[in-house]
């Protein structure tokens, strides 16, 4: 049975940080990837990850602030949000394919997704 488990998030200040982890287990995956809804908006990209060689892409609106890493041990995927905006408040969801050719922005390209982990950025 695949499952992705979230944890981490929470409520930090502007300015501030946290990190969010997605542990996965019966799934071999090729990419990995954190996405965003805030309320009344779509489902939004934010990071992804090549699995195996560990390269990474991010949405221009998190490049510098935000870093994606994994555990390939652990199957365990990461995000650390640094500089932390209210803007950045959202659900935060981590997904998975098994797919080998994809477009890591799109959504429709995951098929495994974790159940999501709201974190919230004050002013």
């Known amino acids: 049975q695949v499952q992705l488990v979230q944890s981490g998030g929470g409520l930090v200040q502007a300015g501030g940080s946290l990190r969010v982890s997605c542990a996965a287990s019966?799934?071999?995956?090729?990419?990995m990837g954190w996405f965003r809804q805030a309320p009344g908006k779509q489902r939004e990209f934010v990071a992804a990850?090549?699995?195996?060689?560990?390269?990474?892409d991010y949405a221009d609106s998190v490049k510098g602030r935000f870093t994606i890493s994994r555990d390939n041990a652990e199957n365990t995927l990461y995000l650390q949000m640094n500089s932390l905006k209210p803007e950045d408040t959202a659900v935060y969801y981590c997904?998975?394919?098994?797919?080998?050719?994809?477009?890591?922005?799109?959504?429709?390209?995951?098929?495994?997704w974790g159940q999501g982990t709201q974190v919230t950025v004050s002013s």
């Open positions: 997904a998975a394919t098994d797919r080998r050719f994809i477009v890591w922005a799109n959504k429709e390209h995951y098929n495994q």
């Open positions: 990850i090549n699995w195996s060689d560990g390269y990474t």
């Open positions: 019966g799934l071999t995956s090729t990419y």
